[in-house]
Structure formats: structure tokens, C-alpha cells
């Protein structure tokens, strides 16, 4: 089992807003703050940003070795559907949206998006 994802972000505000948007919308609960970071969990599992002084860049490049992205359960199509719509008020930016909401296949159902910062999420309907 996952224990805990830490992305670094270079805008600890912007990501909060945009990462505590959707991580609410998928029932994780807001865990720990400090000055440089923030989390959320659900379950035994969270994710953390954090605007880290040891970071040595300035931007994520999903197209870079490294992470690519993260895919997440996130409901009915339905449940996917409205993530989607709601996302762009958020930050988060639709990728592949010609394809919608088969971009991952004929029988897989989601919604791409990225944020400011680059960071990609899938977000997979449960069938």
C-alpha cells in the first residue's frame, strides 16, 4: 500500500488552492500544514505539496523522466464528468480533450487535466 506521494511545488499558495480543490472533491481530508507545506489523506494513504528550500528547478516537466502523473479513483462517469467541468474555475487545465473521455481507450473512462504547474491527474471513473 501507498504510504505517501510528495510533490514540490514552486508556489506553495497556488498549489494549495489547486491541489486542496481537487483532493477535496475526492473525499481526502485536509492532514497536516506547515510553513512550507501542506497535505491531505485519505485513509492510511496522503499526498503532500510543499514549496521545499532545497528544490533546485523552477518548473515540472511531466514529459521528463520522473513522474508522469497521478491517476486516481474518482467515482461514477458521472462523478468524472463534473470534475471536469469544474476544473478549468480551478486551475486545472483539460488535456486531450478531443478525446474526451476516451483518451485512454474505448473502455476507459476519464478526464485528464493539469495544473499551473504542470502536475497531470487522471481521474478515473469506477465502471
Do not use: C, K
Amino acid at each position: 500500500m501507498l504510504h505517501h506521494i510528495e510533490l514540490w511545488v514552486p508556489d506553495l499558495p497556488r498549489a494549495t488552492r489547486e491541489w486542496g480543490w481537487l483532493l477535496g472533491r475526492l473525499r481526502y481530508d485536509p492532514y497536516q500544514e506547515w510553513e512550507r507545506g501542506r497535505s491531505w489523506r485519505q485513509g492510511a494513504t496522503y499526498l503532500v505539496v510543499e514549496q521545499s528550500s532545497a528544490m533546485t528547478g523552477g518548473a515540472h516537466d511531466r514529459m521528463r523522466p520522473g513522474l508522469n502523473h497521478l491517476a486516481f479513483h474518482a467515482g461514477s462517469r458521472a462523478d468524472v464528468d463534473a470534475l471536469a467541468a469544474e476544473a478549468p474555475a480551478h486551475g486545472w487545465t483539460p488535456l486531450f480533450a478531443d478525446r474526451y473521455p476516451h483518451a485512454g481507450g474505448s473502455e476507459h473512462y476519464a478526464a485528464y487535466l493539469a495544473n499551473t504547474d504542470g502536475f497531470e491527474v487522471e481521474l478515473v471513473a469506477v465502471t
